[in-house]
């Protein structure tokens, strides 16, 4: 949510941010990183579907939201102290959704008809490319909402200081949770009721919401032995020359901060695809992450001549290994949090990779070619794929030991860090970014939220509930971070839909449009063998 300034008083200072919020703000702040969104597409529930009913939808969807903000304090926050090296997080007494919600209509006609469901994808693609580049490094965002017929696109858009990737699809899964289970009203029920919590668009924070949680390196035991500390530090600091991973490095995609702005695309496999695609991962003994980095490894390897080497990253939420086995005592579920509680691990493909990659797709055409299937290739990308997978899950394993998270409060002042690393050639070629699967059935409710829906008995949802059939997560280009960005969600038994998301003049369009061109039949070509 974007917070004005006559919500924001500076007694409610709450505590300054964590070192891994300090390095997201101050990237926001130089206009080295923009936002991230995740959109889902609510089937809106039959009783209220009639365009004539939008105002009814307006305020089921502000109630719902008043309970997603009140249910996560990182939502009603905004900075401040901004131009020093620690800013400090301030609460919000109130919000209005009049300011922070954006609606507008959308509608192409029948969504069945494939012309209008193109102009209808097309449309919610280009209105979250905008999402991306807008910068708010002190205050919060918020979702924007394209009402279509009869469905809702919510795009949840917001800063990195405040969450990380998982961080939007909790947001959702908070949301689509309160969309499902009004409120009781005072004439359904003889019980004392409280007063609404939205009022003409405005929503006062009780006193008894939940407060701000702690930042990540408060919130689990870190561990770091001396030997991985000064294996870090000699990374950092060491001449460019005397590094021995230099070839891997993304000479092929030079830093730079302007322009800034992000081109996004996506496609879809669809359910019946994805489900071959799965099975043969499994078989493989990999994931859809390992997959992805090994198709982009094997396209810009046919691509890109000049690199040699190339070096991807996995971002990974650590929400697992926070408050467990007694490392620490939290009176909160960090699986249910938004926050920045994220790290990173990075995969190295070397030269003799590249050679024994390019030598298989010279020997005959890939399946992405007009030749059809190449073992040797089929082979190689299988063989990326378990590797990236074993080594995300080797650094799961490790727990909260040993993660560069616990170095970042040794950086005192992350606007200088980042102005130095941006005079050096880019560490990463490509990320991936998974965030799995999103529940989207009423039926996959507890019974306890279905129980409390049949006692409330509301009209608007009595026959159906909201359902979600569609989500796109995209993520900005970092202007330091990963040069091609891909951005992967589902909902249980619908598609998978990939985004991908590149820095003008930093990938030439053509080359990130053949590299998508690749993932997509890679993936085809994979399900089908």
Excluded at 180 to 200: F, K, M, Q, W, Y
């Amino acid at each position: 949510m974007v917070a004005t300034k006559m919500e924001v008083k500076e007694k409610s200072i709450i505590r300054p941010l964590g070192h891994m919020e300090c390095y997201e703000f101050h990237m926001l702040q130089l206009r080295f990183l923009g936002g991230i969104t995740l959109s889902c597409r609510y089937a809106i529930p039959a009783p209220l579907a009639a365009p004539d009913l939008h105002d009814r939808v307006v305020r089921r969807v502000e109630d719902a939201l008043a309970r997603v903000v009140i249910e996560h304090p990182a939502l009603r926050l905004v900075a401040v102290k901004a131009d020093t090296k620690r800013p400090a997080w301030v609460a919000v007494d109130q919000l209005d959704f009049a300011h922070h919600v954006q609606w507008a209509d959308v509608s192409n006609g029948n969504e069945t008809d494939d012309g209008a469901a193109m102009v209808s994808q097309e449309t919610l693609r280009a209105r979250i490319e905008r999402c991306l580049d807008e910068s708010y490094a002190h205050e919060p965002k918020g979702p924007n909402g394209s009402r279509g017929d009869p469905v809702l696109d919510i795009i949840f858009d917001y800063s990195h200081a405040l969450g990380d990737g998982m961080s939007g699809k909790i947001f959702h899964e908070t949301l689509f949770r309160t969309l499902n289970t009004p409120v009781t009203t005072s004439s359904e029920t003889n019980s004392t009721i409280e007063p609404p919590l939205v009022s003409n668009h405005i929503l006062t924070i009780p006193s008894t919401a939940s407060t701000l949680r702690p930042p990540i390196e408060k919130a689990g035991k870190f561990s770091v032995s001396a030997k991985f500390v000064a294996s870090t530090a000699w990374k950092e600091l060491r001449p460019p020359k005397l590094s021995s991973n230099s070839a891997a490095l993304a000479h092929w995609a030079p830093i730079r901060a302007t322009p800034y702005k992000t081109h996004l695309r996506t496609f879809d496999i669809e359910a019946d695809v994805l489900r071959d695609v799965l099975a043969a991962c499994r078989a493989h003994k990999t994931t859809v992450t390992g997959l992805l980095h090994a198709v982009v490894l094997t396209s810009m390897a046919a691509h890109i001549p000049a690199a040699t080497a190339f070096t991807s990253s996995t971002p990974l939420d650590l929400r697992r290994h926070l408050g467990v086995d007694g490392a620490k005592c939290l009176d909160f579920d960090p699986r249910r949090t938004v926050a920045n509680y994220v790290s990173i691990v990075w995969h190295k493909f070397g030269t003799d990779d590249m050679r024994e990659i390019r030598a298989a797709a010279v020997a005959q055409k890939s399946p992405s070619g007009e030749d059809g299937e190449n073992p040797a290739l089929v082979a190689l990308v299988w063989r990326y794929a378990s590797r990236v997978r074993a080594e995300v899950q080797k650094r799961l394993d490790h727990g909260l030991k040993n993660d560069v998270a616990s170095l970042m409060g040794l950086v005192p002042d992350w606007r200088a860090q980042h102005r130095a690393t941006a005079r050096k050639t880019r560490l990463v070629s490509f990320v991936v970014t998974n965030l799995g699967v999103l529940d989207g059935e009423p039926a996959s409710m507890t019974k306890t939220v279905e129980v409390e829906k049949e006692k409330a008995r509301d009209e608007d949802t009595a026959a159906e509930g909201w359902k979600i059939t569609q989500s796109t997560f995209a993520i900005s280009t970092e202007v330091n971070g990963a040069a091609f960005q891909v951005s992967p969600i589902s909902v249980r038994g619908g598609a998978l839909r990939i985004g991908c998301s590149w820095q003008d003049c930093v990938v030439e369009l053509g080359l990130a449009e053949t590299i998508i061109s690749d993932m997509e039949r890679w993936l085809r070509f994979l399900a089908r063998s």
